[in-house]
């Protein structure tokens, strides 16, 4: 004879797996991000493995371990072409600062007095500083304390990306090592939750993530392109090397490409070129950095069979809500949503 009640039995089980699953979360929610990334990663890298799997007579370990080291070089080598980029304009701040105080002010630059409207109030301010050097360190000092908090949160905010990265690519050689395993649980998982359209629900996530993929590459190439032809036309040297290192930086989004082209801008307008600075900086803002709003969402819409409006929402949308992840995680949401609504419409497509 039972004396416990089956329904309250399985409250309880239930309750006490809610309770599990809850527990598992906090675990790993410090780690939530790195691990997406990871996944994400070892997705994206699942060609590159297979084909090394191969290569290497069908050693997995190896395989993730190279693929792992190649990831890391191409994720590692974009940061450190444009922290050298951020320290050389540092370094030349500091430099032309310096030298500000020593020598002091020039003259205003021809082009400053052309500007309609506020050309002769910048012109009578730059003179007035000019005459007021010696308080230059007076006006500098309040934004020394400014400058040293900032400094301090971006170097905290490095370390833990660094660390951040590191983590991602550990977990990354683990997923790309346990690939398999891990797809079969995840769909033994789905089937037991949502039958047979699991599978089709895994291919369209899995899709739409390569395409995210794909889009981030593609448009950087597109960006890097672009940006080598508009520095080549304005005269700039190196442009081929510029659009190297545009293509790299666009692999980060809207904050990537402007760490190129803006301060050539700025530079080209010191040297009193205004013309070549102004259409440099209109080149950058509409071409290089806006191409990035339409090349993307079109080549993410190519691959998973989503709308271009709907990819375009899902970009912006995820990053809005999301953060950066946000990125691959909102085209994914609504690509499920997609496929789940017209699989209900019409079950017989499932």
Same mark, same amino acid.
């Given at each position: 004879?039972? /004396? &416990? !009640?089956?329904?309250?039995? %399985? #409250?309880?089980? +239930?309750?006490? $797996?809610?309770? =599990?699953?809850?527990?598992? @979360?906090?675990?790993?929610?410090?780690?939530?991000?790195?691990?997406?990334?990871?996944?994400?990663?070892?997705?994206?890298?699942?060609?590159?493995?297979?084909?090394?799997?191969?290569?290497?007579?069908?050693?997995?370990?190896?395989?993730?371990?190279?693929?792992?080291?190649?990831?890391?070089?191409?994720?590692?080598?974009?940061?450190?072409?444009?922290?050298?980029?951020?320290?050389?304009?540092?370094?030349?701040?500091?430099?032309?600062?310096?030298?500000?105080?020593?020598?002091?002010?020039?003259?205003?630059?021809?082009?400053?007095?052309?500007?309609?409207?506020?050309?002769?109030? /910048? &012109? !009578?301010?730059?003179?007035? %500083? #000019?005459?007021? +050097?010696?308080? $230059?360190?007076? =006006?500098?000092?309040?934004? @020394?304390?400014?400058?040293?908090?900032?400094?301090?949160?971006?170097?905290?905010?490095?370390?833990?990306?660094?660390?951040?990265?590191?983590?991602?690519?550990?977990?990354?050689?683990?997923?790309?090592?346990?690939?398999?395993?891990?797809?079969?649980?995840?769909?033994?998982?789905?089937?037991?939750?949502?039958?047979?359209?699991?599978?089709?629900?895994?291919?369209?996530?899995?899709?739409?993530?390569?395409?995210?993929?794909?889009?981030?590459?593609?448009?950087?190439?597109?960006?890097?392109?672009?940006?080598?032809?508009?520095?080549?036309?304005?005269?700039?040297?190196?442009?081929?090397?510029?659009?190297?290192?545009?293509?790299?930086?666009?692999? +980060?989004?809207?904050?990537?490409?402007?760490?190129?082209?803006?301060?050539?801008?700025?530079?080209?307008?010191?040297?009193?070129?205004?013309?070549?600075?102004?259409?440099?900086?209109?080149?950058?803002?509409?071409?290089?950095?806006?191409?990035?709003?339409?090349?993307?969402?079109?080549?993410?819409?190519?691959?998973?069979?989503?709308?271009?409006?709907?990819?375009?929402?899902?970009?912006?949308?995820?990053?809005?809500?999301?953060?950066?992840?946000?990125?691959?995680?909102?085209?994914?949401?609504?690509?499920?949503?997609?496929?789940?609504?017209?699989?209900?419409?019409?079950?017989?497509?499932?």
């Amino acid at each position: 004879m039972r /004396l &416990v !009640d089956p329904r309250v039995e %399985l #409250a309880i089980g +239930l309750v006490a $797996l809610a309770a =599990l699953g809850f527990g598992v @979360l906090l675990v790993l929610l410090p780690f939530l991000s790195a691990l997406l990334w990871a996944a994400i990663l070892a997705y994206a890298a699942s060609p590159l493995h297979g084909r090394l799997e191969r290569l290497l007579r069908g050693r997995v370990g190896l395989a993730a371990g190279l693929a792992t080291i190649l990831l890391a070089v191409a994720l590692l080598l974009p940061l450190v072409l444009v922290g050298r980029q951020i320290a050389d304009g540092i370094t030349l701040l500091v430099d032309s600062v310096r030298q500000l105080l020593e020598v002091g002010m020039p003259p205003p630059p021809e082009w400053l007095f052309d500007l309609p409207t506020v050309g002769p109030q /910048l &012109v !009578d301010a730059w003179n007035r %500083l #000019a005459e007021d +050097l010696g308080d $230059l360190p007076g =006006l500098v000092q309040p934004w @020394l304390a400014t400058a040293r908090d900032f400094a301090i949160r971006a170097g905290l905010a490095l370390g833990s990306g660094l660390f951040e990265l590191a983590l991602s690519l550990t977990a990354t050689f683990f997923f790309l090592r346990d690939g398999r395993h891990l797809v079969e649980q995840t769909r033994r998982a789905g089937e037991r939750i949502l039958g047979e359209r699991a599978q089709h629900l895994l291919e369209v996530a899995g899709s739409t993530v390569r395409g995210v993929v794909y889009g981030f590459v593609g448009t950087a190439i597109v960006q890097g392109a672009v940006a080598a032809i508009g520095f080549a036309l304005v005269g700039i040297p190196g442009a081929l090397t510029l659009g190297v290192l545009t293509f790299f930086t666009g692999l +980060l989004p809207a904050i990537g490409p402007p760490l190129v082209w803006l301060p050539l801008a700025g530079w080209l307008l010191v040297q009193g070129q205004t013309a070549a600075g102004l259409f440099l900086a209109a080149y950058g803002f509409f071409v290089i950095s806006g191409i990035d709003n339409l090349i993307r969402p079109w080549l993410i819409s190519r691959e998973s069979n989503l709308s271009f409006l709907l990819t375009f929402l899902g970009v912006v949308g995820g990053a809005y809500a999301f953060g950066f992840l946000g990125i691959f995680i909102g085209p994914v949401l609504l690509a499920l949503g997609r496929a789940i609504l017209q699989d209900w419409i019409r079950p017989e497509a499932a």
